[in-house]
C-alpha cells in the first residue's frame, strides 16, 4: 500500500513569491493535516481537513492556506513567502477524521526561501 | 508554554547498552500520546499509540510504557539502525481533531557499533 506523497520534494523560492505544495494521502484515509518542522520551533500544525472542510487550523498566518479535493488530495499554499518559512512542511493522512487513527506522514517539502 | 518536553536533547549508547527516552506532557485530558522516529530527510514514522495510564507497546527492541504524567520508550539492546530521532505527541481534549497533534522537540538517538 502506497505511503503518503508530497510533492515536490524540494522547493527553492525568493521573497514575495508564492508556492503551492501538494499531497497524496494513503487510499482510503480521507483527513490530511499539514505540519511545520523547523530546527527552532519543532513540529507545528498548520491545519487539517477532512471531506474537503477545514476542520481545524493552527497559529498560522494568513499567508498560509489549505485545500482538499474531492479524492482527498490536498494542497497548500503559501503566499508573500518570508524568509521564516524556510521549513520542511509535512503532510500526514490519517483512516478517520476523529478517533484514535494514527497519522501516517509523508517525507515532506523542504521549502528554502532566499 | 510547551504542552510535550521530551529529555534528553541527545542520547548516545553504545550497540546494546539499554536506556530510556522521557516524554512528559502538562495538558489534561489525554486522549492519546502517539511515538514516533523520525530519519534525517524522512517524515516521522508511526511507532505506537498509548491511551490510558499502565498501558504498554512492544515492537522489536522498543517498549513504550504511559502514566499520568509521563511516557518512556525503553530500547533494549539497542543496534546502530535504531539511530533516529525519537518524537513524542500528544492528542488531548481541546475542541480539537486528532489531526493536531502537539508534538515534543524529539530525542536524537545515536547508537555506535
Known amino acids: 500500500k502506497a505511503g503518503v506523497t508530497q510533492t515536490p520534494r524540494y522547493l527553492i523560492k525568493t521573497r514575495g513569491q508564492q508556492v503551492t505544495l501538494s499531497c497524496s494521502p494513503i487510499s482510503g484515509h480521507r483527513s490530511v493535516s499539514w505540519y511545520q518542522q523547523t530546527p527552532g520551533q519543532g513540529l507545528q500544525f498548520l491545519f487539517e481537513y477532512f471531506s474537503e472542510t477545514q476542520r481545524n487550523k493552527g497559529n498560522f498566518p494568513g499567508r498560509f492556506s489549505g485545500r482538499q479535493f474531492s479524492n482527498s488530495r490536498s494542497e497548500m499554499n503559501v503566499s508573500t513567502l518570508e524568509l521564516g518559512d524556510s521549513a520542511l512542511y509535512l503532510c500526514?493522512?490519517?483512516?478517520?477524521?476523529?478517533?484514535?487513527?494514527?497519522?501516517?506522514f509523508g517525507n515532506g517539502t523542504r521549502l528554502t526561501v532566499t | 508554554e510547551d504542552q510535550v518536553t521530551q529529555s534528553p536533547e541527545a542520547l548516545r549508547l553504545q550497540e546494546g547498552e539499554s536506556s530510556s527516552l522521557n516524554c512528559s506532557y502538562t495538558v489534561s485530558g489525554l486522549r492519546g500520546l502517539f511515538w514516533y522516529r523520525q530519519d534525517p530527510g524522512k517524515g516521522p514514522e508511526f511507532l505506537f499509540t498509548?491511551?490510558?495510564a499502565g498501558e504498554e507497546k512492544e515492537k522489536e527492541r522498543l517498549k513504550a510504557t504511559l502514566t499520568k504524567k509521563e511516557s518512556f520508550l525503553h530500547i533494549t539492546a539497542p543496534k546502530p539502525e535504531d539511530s533516529a530521532t525519537y518524537l513524542c505527541?500528544?492528542?488531548?481534549?481541546?475542541?480539537?481533531?486528532?489531526?493536531?497533534?502537539?508534538f515534543g522537540r524529539g530525542t536524537q538517538l545515536t547508537v555506535w557499533p
Open positions: 498509548l491511551y490510558s
Open positions: 500526514a493522512s490519517s483512516l478517520e477524521g476523529q478517533g484514535y487513527s494514527p497519522l501516517h
Open positions: 505527541a500528544v492528542h488531548y481534549d481541546r475542541g480539537s481533531t486528532l489531526g493536531r497533534l502537539y
